[in-house]
């Protein structure tokens, strides 16, 4: 199992925040970027393959899926001040 720090997100235009995340990225300890989309994801964390956290004030946030609706969605495990932190991390500008 590989862990990766997810450093920025892609969203759509839903008006539904936990359904707006598409893309999740990061960088490999190399310095190449990394882009998965929510399903695959998903789909790596379910199979034991990838493991997934943010950073916050210096602590690790692990990431986890979370049922919202029918759908299985990524979410932090840890919510600041009543915010989805990993709906909050910045747009990614590549």
């Not at 049922?67 to 495990?77: D, E, P, Q, V």
């Amino acid at each position: 199992m590989s862990r990766h720090e997810i450093k920025c997100i892609d969203k759509s235009n839903r008006t539904n925040p936990n359904e707006r995340l598409e893309f999740i990225s990061g960088l490999n300890g190399n310095g190449t970027r990394w882009r998965v989309s929510q399903e695959k994801a998903i789909e790596g964390i379910e199979s034991g393959k990838w493991e997934f956290f943010i950073m916050v004030n210096g602590l690790e946030i692990d990431i986890e899926i979370s049922i919202y609706g029918h759908y299985k969605i990524l979410k932090a495990k840890t919510v600041v001040n009543g915010l989805e932190i990993l709906l909050s991390l910045p747009e990614c500008s590549y």
